[in-house]
């Protein structure tokens, strides 16, 4: 099985910056593409924030362009994201997100359309 777990929240000032990561685990024989996505508290959606395909092309959400900076490590199955000038609207539990994960499965090959990590809360105090 796959499995995402996520790192770096925390409870940070408003201007400040913080690093999420988020490393893949298993036979994973590849991934088409990470994204990050945040839910606000109380909120029943959640926004894309920022995705990276295997190829390093990036995309971002209008509200964090030239603020947050995603980033990968494909050999470490790993993505990061970047989150500077923070501002109290940042605050929101972000989720990795993992796309057309192929691995191997007992020695089998399966593919999952998409795993989510268990998310991370990232609190910005005004």
């Known amino acids: 099985q796959v499995q995402l777990v996520e790192s770096g929240g925390g409870l940070v000032q408003a201007g400040g910056s913080l690093r999420l990561s988020c490393a893949a685990s298993g036979s994973i024989l590849s991934i088409n593409s990470m994204d990050w996505h945040r839910q606000t508290p109380g909120g029943h959606q959640r926004e894309l924030v920022a995705?990276?395909?295997?190829?390093?092309?990036?995309n971002y959400a209008d509200s964090v362009k030239g603020r947050f900076t995603i980033s990968g490590d494909n050999a470490k199955n790993t993505v990061y994201l970047q989150m500077n000038s923070l501002k109290p609207e940042d605050t929101a539990v972000y989720y990795c997100?993992?796309?057309?994960?192929?691995?191997?499965?007992?020695?089998?090959?399966?593919?999952?359309?998409?795993?989510w990590g268990q998310g991370t809360l990232v609190t910005v105090s005004s």
């Open positions: 997100n993992a796309a057309a994960v192929i691995y191997n499965n007992g020695g089998k090959l399966q593919r999952a359309r998409e795993v």
């Open positions: 995705s990276i395909t295997s190829d390093g092309v990036t």
